[in-house]
């Protein structure tokens, strides 16, 4: 069993920066891959990026790549997502999530979400 925290959320402006973080309970955090998702309001959950377990393989959605950054940290049991040149569109609701695999990569666990908001 796996249980996820997310913090870092909170109110930025266009262009500005936000990291989130996602610490994980659990001595198994470094067999797992992580990743990130978000969800807009009215629209469904969709994925922003992975990570696998050593931290050396690394996936974008195209929407995000370029400006954000997910890293992880397995002596801190936490994962994180540097987001950079936030944009109005990045207001989402972010989830981080463990996998077995790292491709495909399909959540076991999920954490509870922190919300995002970048203002025009």
């Known amino acids: 069993q796996v249980q996820l925290v997310e913090s870092g959320g909170g109110l930025v402006q266009a262009g500005g920066s936000l990291r989130l973080s996602c610490a994980a309970s659990?001595?198994?955090?470094?067999?797992?891959?992580m990743g990130w998702f978000r969800q807009a309001p009215g629209k469904e959950r969709e994925f922003v990026a992975r990570?696998?377990?050593?931290?050396?393989?690394?996936y974008y959605a195209d929407s995000v790549k370029g400006r954000f950054t997910i890293s992880r940290d397995n002596a801190k049991n936490t994962v994180y997502l540097q987001m950079n040149s936030l944009k109005p569109e990045d207001t989402a609701v972010y989830y981080c999530?463990?996998?077995?695999?790292?491709?495909?990569?399909?959540?076991?666990?999920w954490g509870q979400g922190t919300q995002v908001t970048v203002s025009s």
């Open positions: 999530s463990a996998a077995i695999t790292y491709f495909p990569f399909s959540p076991s666990y």
């Open positions: 659990g001595r198994t955090f470094s067999s797992y891959a």
């Open positions: 990570i696998s377990w050593s931290g050396s393989r690394t």
